[in-house]
């Protein structure tokens, strides 16, 4: 007999995530309940809901306390997660002995993909020669001479977890010298990264390039201020495609302006979108991206296949590959 499943969130998050192939696969495979759940209309189906074993969700999942957890999906067994971080909903489901699965793995391949492109880049001195070659044609080339290039550059990875070691191998065809801050990485883990484990303040002060991907947790709002920032290289560039929380924008602000030869490539922001009167939407030396390090339109789909990957081998009770536990969410993002 098939599992008796939902999909719980937002209805055009799910219907743009789970595209129609995805979904026919899934009816295949489990009993699907016809109406997408959330919290405006759980109330209303909680009698059908009570026998639901499995939920498939996506970006727009609702968060549900233990109790709410206990009254409407008291059968649930587990939750597969098409999308990347699940700490804003996945303690009380946890603390349910509910199995959490996550696509982070699969969220984390584009976001890799566009911060190895612009290290790259940087690197080459892009961001600024390219604006200088409209304004001081002239001596646009020499400029960008003084940019290291990518024979061995040194780059900097704020934190080794799943997309860091993705930009890490996406970068192995270059010859940089690639330093690592990550408190939770062994010495075994770098060795077989072949990067450098470095403090904080060893990477900003001596990496050409620096890309944080640091975790989404409280210890690290603010974590990247100015006893960081005034220590960059004239040439250097930061990148960051993790949170906006974790940059004290005014120290960067402040870094990029004393030093105008320094440049950040900001996929996030805090608040975000930048306020109208944020310096980061007037200094030259700011590249800004509208969050598009993630998953595009035609991206999405590779974490819906994640997700049915996974319930295959839920059905099979084989061995999940991207099951989330309370222990991870300490250090994931």
Not at 64 to 80: D, G, S, V
Not at 130 to 153: E, I, M, Q, V, W
Request: proline share 5%; with cysteine.
């Amino acid at each position: 007999m098939k599992k008796r499943a939902m999909f719980l969130g937002s209805e055009i998050r799910i219907k743009d995530v789970y595209n129609d192939s995805i979904q026919q696969e899934l009816s295949t495979l489990a009993d699907l309940y016809p109406i997408v759940v959330n919290k405006d209309n759980v109330e209303e189906h909680a009698a059908s809901l009570r026998t639901i074993e499995v939920a498939f969700s996506s970006w727009g999942m609702p968060t549900f306390n233990r109790e709410e957890i206990q009254k409407y999906f008291p059968n649930l067994k587990a939750l597969f997660y098409a999308a990347g971080s699940v700490q804003n909903f996945a303690r009380p489901f946890l603390h349910q002995d509910i199995t959490i699965v996550s696509a982070w793995a699969a969220n984390a391949v584009p976001v890799a993909e566009y911060t190895a492109a612009q290290i790259v880049l940087a690197n080459k001195g892009f961001f600024q020669s390219a604006l200088r070659c409209k304004t001081h044609r002239r001596d646009a080339s020499r400029y960008a001479k003084s940019f290291p290039g990518n024979f061995n550059a040194r780059v900097g990875i704020l934190g080794a977890g799943m997309i860091g070691r993705k930009v890490i191998e996406l970068l192995k065809p270059y010859q940089l010298e690639i330093d690592v801050f990550d408190p939770f990485l062994s010495d075994a883990a770098a060795q077989k990264l072949n990067v450098h484990k470095k403090e904080l303040k060893e990477i900003f002060t001596h990496c050409h390039t620096i890309s944080n991907h640091l975790a989404n947790l409280p210890a690290t709002v603010g974590i990247l201020n100015k006893e960081h920032f005034e220590l960059m290289l004239p040439y250097a560039t930061f990148i960051n495609t993790a949170r906006g929380l974790q940059v004290v924008e005014e120290d960067l602000i402040r870094a990029l302006r004393t030093v105008p030869t320094r440049t950040a490539v900001l996929d996030v922001t805090y608040p975000e979108p930048a306020q109208p009167e944020s310096e980061l939407l007037t200094l030259d030396n700011v590249i800004l991206t509208p969050h598009i390090a993630g998953s595009n339109p035609s991206e999405v789909t590779r974490m819906a296949e994640y997700v049915l990957d996974e319930f295959r081998r839920y059905l099979q009770q084989e061995e999940l590959h991207y099951q989330v536990s309370l222990k991870m969410l300490e250090t994931m993002a």
